[in-house]
């Protein structure tokens, strides 16, 4: 399983576009990237997950350079429902196991 | 509507005292997991199950059982808790790994 680093947390202010980045160095070949949402005292939640270049949903986009080392999960117009706990994964489906890491703590401030 | 259900949502024991947090889906999903999360630590995975009767440890399973005797369910057992167990635990379930994880609303122990 790859590991991935993200910042810890983050602040930003409402109607702006926030970028957050992971980095995975050692990802492999078949795995693939993806984000989920947590709120304090939910279950986290599926935003987007991508394989290389762009994805694109009506909640997020997701960039992943050619090397696929990194990847930047982008928020359009934030707004204060969206401070959450945002985690970066990596993993293919040969893994079994599910590492979610410790997130980035997005505050939204007004 | 496709849910997670747990339960217990809230759970007040005292060291030793045998316990059964259940899960269940109604998704026909193969993959289930369970998760335990503190603050400053994140999500860490328990145990997990690729499909009935196939279990196997994630990066915490030390204090913990599980069985997975029908697709649906995947209770999580504390067969003597400790404090140490005290924390916020999550049931997910999914299709192929890769799918999207649809987690249960929690389940908040403390164990005293």
């Known amino acids: 399983l790859a590991k991935t680093t993200q910042p810890i947390s983050m602040d930003s202010y409402e109607g702006q576009e926030v970028n957050i980045t992971c980095s995975h160095n050692n990802i492999a070949t078949n795995d693939y990237i993806t984000w989920y949402q947590q709120f304090p005292s939910q279950g986290p939640r599926f935003i987007i997950q991508?394989?290389?270049t762009k994805v694109t949903n009506e909640v997020a986009s997701l960039f992943i350079p050619a090397d696929r080392k990194s990847s930047t999960l982008s928020l359009p117009r934030v707004s204060l429902s969206d401070t959450a706990v945002y985690y970066c994964l990596v993993g293919g489906n040969r893994d079994d196991k599910i590492i979610f890491g410790k997130g980035t703590r997005l505050h939204i401030l007004p | 509507e496709a849910q997670v259900t747990q339960n217990p949502r809230y759970l007040i024991t005292v060291t030793g005292k045998k316990l059964t947090v259940t899960c269940s889906q109604n998704m026909n999903h193969e993959y289930m997991s369970w998760y335990r999360q503190d603050p400053g630590l994140g999500l860490r995975q328990i145990y997990y199950s690729m499909n009935v009767e196939v279990t196997d440890k994630g990066d915490v399973p030390e204090g913990y059982k599980v069985s997975r005797k029908e697709k649906r369910n995947f209770p999580l057992i504390l067969e003597s808790p400790s404090p140490n167990q005290t924390s916020l635990y999550f049931c997910?379930?999914?299709?192929?790994?890769?799918?999207?994880?649809?987690f249960g609303p929690g389940t908040r122990l403390l164990v005293l």
């Open positions: 991508g394989y290389k």
């Open positions: 997910a379930s999914s299709r192929p790994l890769l799918e999207t994880q649809y």
